[in-house]
């Protein structure tokens, strides 16, 4: 009988980008996924329960920095979506080793790994919009910006570069290995993804835990933000999620860099602020501080490359993807981690 299943692997499967895409994914009863992830941040929690508890997903514990643990897994995917990395700018300041330890080591392994895979049809790296800062700091680019720009690494001896190097990194091996040895990859650069489970240690679960605790002490909670005027562009995971799938199994996108991202949405921080307190139902008073050093006035992707080469615009304004984050926040901003 021909296999009819799609065999598909995830790397950093139980972090929020790819729990999400699993759950996506798995709603095919033909396509078969395996889970890798070493709980750096990924938790099993109820979500990741549900999604393990499905029939065709499969989860293996393992250090996506390990050789010999590469060495273990099957051979016969034919779609491998590599969302392991050490992210966070707490994670870059204090552990900028493991920022270039993780991300390069494992994007070398997995190359190294895809050459023996017969059936492989794609590899999704997963980039940043960070890499742009350089460019955007130093050159005044383009914004929204395209995947065409030039990319300028800022301070070489900041812990902070460590990120965005690492990504440049890997983008270099996706290109170089896959011209070498004939490996099918795409590249996504994602632009501020959003929505449930995303951690604790971003700005829209900070507000949330800011407005709540400050709504607390008072009925007209008072609120710095800094830079109010400075935009930037937030997805949400539903139309990240639809998009990456779509760049991973579409043919024009095979060795391509894609923005995923929504520029329609590009909001001042003055605006998140309040529609996150609306969202809330909590009444606020801005307290306006000056700009923060070094932040950029402007970030938004320019998405018209994967419009034209697949059709897509996102769906999910910002105010209906912030109450349906909150939902999900709501009753767990008690029990906050990393
Ligand atoms: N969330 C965003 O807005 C955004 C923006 C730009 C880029 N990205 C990229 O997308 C990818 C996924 O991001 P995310 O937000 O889901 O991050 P996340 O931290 O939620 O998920 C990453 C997962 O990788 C796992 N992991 C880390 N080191 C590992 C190792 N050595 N072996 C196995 N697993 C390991 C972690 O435990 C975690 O579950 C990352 O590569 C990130 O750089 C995300």
């Known amino acids: 009988m021909p296999n ?3 065999n598909i692997l995830i790397t950093g499967g139980a972090g929020f980008i790819g729990h999400a895409i699993t759950r996506a994914l798995s709603e095919h009863p033909t396509n078969t996924i395996t889970l890798v992830d070493n709980f750096a941040r990924g938790r099993v929690d109820a979500d990741l329960q549900e999604i393990l508890d499905r029939p ?9 920095t390990d050789a010999a643990f590469f060495a273990t897994l099957p051979k016969n995917f034919e779609y491998i979506y590599h969302l392991a990395a050490v ?3 707490r994670n870059v300041m204090e552990k900028p080793d493991k920022v270039l330890y993780v991300n390069a080591i494992s994007t070398l392994y997995l190359f190294e790994y895809a050459k023996q895979l017969p059936n492989l049809k794609r590899i999704l790296f997963s980039s940043t919009s960070e890499i742009y800062a350089g460019t955007l700091k130093h050159f005044g680019i383009t914004v929204p910006t ?7 690494l800022d301070d070489i001896t900041s812990p902070r570069t460590t990120y965005m190097l690492s990504k440049m990194y890997g983008e270099s091996i996706c290109f170089n290995y896959g011209r070498l040895y004939n490996i099918p990859f795409t590249v996504v650069r994602y632009h501020n993804v959003y929505g449930p489970r995303m951690g604790y240690l971003h700005v829209l679960p900070e507000m949330f835990l800011k407005i709540r605790d400050k709504s607390a002490e008072s009925e007209n909670a008072i609120i710095d933000v800094a830079s109010p005027s400075h935009t930037r562009a937030f997805c949400y995971i539903d139309d990240a999620v639809k998009s990456t799938i779509l760049v991973t199994e579409h043919t024009a996108t095979q060795g391509e860099i894609i923005n995923i991202g929504n520029s329609e949405q590009e909001i001042s921080i003055r605006d998140l602020v309040k529609t996150v307190a609306s969202v809330m139902g909590k009444t606020i008073t801005l307290n306006e501080l000056p700009d923060t050093p070094g932040s950029p006035a402007r970030r938004s992707p320019d ?3 994967i419009k034209a080469l697949t059709g897509f615009v996102p769906s999910i304004g910002l105010e209906e993807g912030i109450t349906r984050m909150y939902a999900w926040y709501k009753d767990k901003l008690d029990s906050r981690h990393e």
Do not use: A, R
């Open 303 to 305: 998405t018209s490359k």
């Open 56 to 64: 065709n997903v499969q989860f293996i514990q393992g250090d996506v």
């Open 146 to 152: 395209p995947e065409t720009e030039h990319l300028t």
């Open 4 to 6: 009819t299943q799609t």
């Open 87 to 89: 992210i966070g700018v």
